[in-house]
């Protein structure tokens, strides 16, 4: 894993570039880190209060490609709307939630209600990237 370049993003508020001149906006997933990954579900066992609403105030929904992020993780750059490429995943995952305070270096990625699958997945290493700070730095 490494450098990633996506063109076509509309949903993301990351400033962008048209580099190859035909429109199409490009988006650099030029920061990598290797994080323990785990998975959660929206089940009422793995959480208090609505454990459909995120920590930011974002609803989830079974299917959605969403992770939460420890603290030190945000101010590494991984805050709230953040697109992120995770090994092993196809697609982009947001940063939607974060996790409690207790954890560093961490990610936990939304399985929906499947908790066999969360279970299934356990706790891995993985590499993500993201947008370097160049693109998160908005003028």
């Not at 066992?45 to 609803?59: H, K, M, R, S, Y």
């Not at 939460?68 to 196809?90: C, M, N, Q, W, Y």
């Amino acid at each position: 894993m490494g450098f990633y370049v996506l063109t076509g993003i509309s949903a993301c508020d990351f400033p962008s570039e048209d580099k190859d001149g035909n429109g199409e906006e490009v988006l650099v997933f030029s920061d990598t880190l290797t994080v323990t990954a785990s998975a959660y579900n929206s089940l009422r066992l793995q959480g208090e209060g609505n454990v459909n609403i995120t920590a930011w105030g974002d609803t989830l929904v079974p299917g959605m490609k969403s992770i939460a992020v420890s603290r030190d993780l945000v101010r590494k750059g991984l805050t709230h709307g953040t697109p992120v490429v995770i090994e092993g995943f196809e697609g982009l995952f947001i940063v939607n939630d974060k996790m409690h305070q207790r954890w560093r270096n961490k990610i936990d990625i939304y399985m929906g209600i499947n908790k066999e699958k969360a279970m299934d997945w356990g706790r891995k290493k993985v590499k993500i990237s993201f947008p370097g700070q160049e693109q998160r730095e908005v003028e």
